[in-house]
T-cell receptor, first 112, second 118 residues
Framework: TQLLEQSPQFLSIQEGENLTVYCNSS?????LQWYRQEPGEGPVLLVT?????EVKKLKRLTFQFGDARKDSSLHITAAQPGDTGLYLC????????????FGSGTKLNVKP | SAVISQKPSRDICQRGTSLTIQCQVD?????MFWYRQQPGQSLTLIAT?????????ESGFVIDKFPISRPNLTFSTLTVSNMSPEDSSIYLC???????????????FGPGTRLTVL
């Protein structure tokens, strides 16, 4: 079983639409990270959230960390074809510091 | 963030052979990690490599199959031994970037090595 569950697994939308990706767990994390990965490349870190209830914005991307630090969401406003890629969340558990567990991934396709 | 390079970027190998993947970082780092990823899927941690000690392997991965070297603070290798088609995957190295005066860490990834075993 996966420590972090991501949903949805696949998302195909039109340019200009909004979307939300969820990352859920029954474990508590000291921090949670979101990555985007394009074919043939390694994952690129987008943001790290640390405090329960924290909200961070990166242009059209909004990241939220749950109050209990067990879940997170990524919201994209007015998606663009350049947002296409594999989105991964990764958590650093409280009880296993320095080890990161990855979610199952969300493959996003934004059609022009 | 650290700049990480991997060699080779891709390879096609015959069953039963071994391949060594190199990971080079542009700065000294304490912890390096090796992951495996099926195309389009999530990452699975193989092992953690610390300089000056044996690598720590995750459940399902053993040293005989995936020997790791960590000769210094900027370099590591992962060998995929006695390969079979099931080993076809993308292999990624990453490094931990501790955020100064913070209670959390961040990871930065190399570009990956795409391995195909025939």
């Amino acid at each position: 079983t996966q420590l972090l569950e991501q949903s949805p697994q696949f998302l195909s939308i039109q340019e200009g639409e909004n979307l939300t990706v969820y990352c859920n767990s029954s474990s508590v994390f000291s921090s949670l990270q979101w990555y985007r990965q394009e074919p043939g490349e390694g994952p690129v870190l987008l943001v790290t959230v640390v405090t329960g209830g924290e909200v961070k914005k990166l242009k059209r991307l909004t990241f939220q960390f749950g109050d209990a630090r067990k879940d997170s969401s990524l919201h994209i406003t007015a998606a663009q074809p350049g947002d296409t890629g594999l989105y991964l969340c990764a958590g650093e558990p409280l009880v296993n510091f320095n080890k990161f567990y990855f979610g199952s991934g969300t493959k996003l396709n934004v059609k022009p | 963030s650290a700049v990480i390079s991997q060699k080779p970027s891709r390879d096609i190998c015959q069953r039963g052979t071994s391949l060594t993947i190199q990971c080079q970082v542009d700065s000294q780092v304490t912890m390096m990690f090796w992951y495996r990823q099926q195309p389009g899927q999530s990452l699975t941690l193989i092992a953690t490599a610390n300089q000056g000690s044996e690598a720590t392997y995750e459940s399902g991965f053993v040293i005989d199959k995936f020997p790791i070297s960590r000769p210094n603070l900027t370099f590591s290798t992962l060998t995929v031994s006695n390969m079979s088609p099931e080993d076809s995957s993308i292999y990624l190295c990453s490094v931990e970037g501790g955020v100064r005066q913070a209670s959390y860490n961040e990871q930065f990834f190399g570009p990956g090595t795409r391995l195909t075993v025939l």
